[in-house]
T-cell receptor
């Protein structure tokens, strides 16, 4: 059982480049989300989805796009990367049934924008 | 939005000592997560507390949620080097779970 898989684990971009961080889960979870973690800080929610075709903004959505075409995948797109987006990105998923069960996290994607 | 404040921000203890980390919420909690993170790695789920007064244990780590469901404490008994890392508390919510800034624990052998 793979759980939540994120790719790539490391990425270096130049300012203005675009890229997509991939997230896939094999637990049939309806809820998926993206967080960013900056040094010395906790996790800040970027976007989340409660099912295929449904997404919404979190605390820090600017500069990021998401879509959810399948239950399994929830990619995060940076359309024009900026140095302020240098961070570690975590994808998380959770089953339904009350809506407050354990959040399962991927291992993170470390992004550096030069 | 719900804010979580963790204290202390960092902690250095001698191996074998006990320690406590606190997490205070600005609002009543649906539930509270505790996760552990080793430097440069992902998050390891420790436990989730949902009922006021609830207490759970995971190996030598015990966490409790107060009756009002606004404060939680995580206690480590007889700390070991394997306990070192950053501990994050998180407010469980149906849509937007928020997290504290973390408490970094160093255990000196």
């Amino acid at each position: 059982n793979a759980g939540v898989t994120q790719t790539p684990k490391f990425q270096v971009l130049k300012t203005g480049q675009s890229m997509t961080l991939q997230c896939a889960q094999d637990m049939n979870h309806e809820y998926m989300s993206w967080y960013r973690q900056d040094p010395g800080m906790g996790l800040r929610l970027i976007h989340y989805s409660v099912g295929a075709g449904i997404t919404d903004q979190g605390e820090v959505p600017n500069g990021y796009n998401v879509s959810r075409s399948t239950t399994e995948d929830f990619p995060l797109r940076l359309l024009s990367a900026a140095p302020s987006q240098t961070s570690v990105y975590f994808c998380a998923s959770r089953g339904t049934g009350g809506g407050t069960g354990e959040l399962f996290f991927g291992e993170g994607s470390r992004l550096t924008v030069l | 939005s719900q804010e979580l404040e963790q204290s202390p921000q960092s902690l250095i203890v001698q191996e074998g000592k006990n320690l406590t980390i606190n997490c205070t919420s600005s609002k009543t909690l649906y539930g509270l997560y505790w996760y552990k993170q080793k430097y440069g790695e992902g998050l390891i789920f420790l436990m989730m507390l949902q009922k006021g007064g609830e207490e759970k244990s995971h190996e030598k780590i015990t966490a409790k949620l107060d009756e009002k469901k606004q404060q939680s404490s995580l206690h480590i008994t007889a700390s070991q080097p394997s306990h070192a890392g950053t501990y994050l508390c998180g407010a469980a919510a149906p849509l937007k779970s928020t997290f504290g800034d973390g408490t970094t624990l160093t255990v000196k052998p």
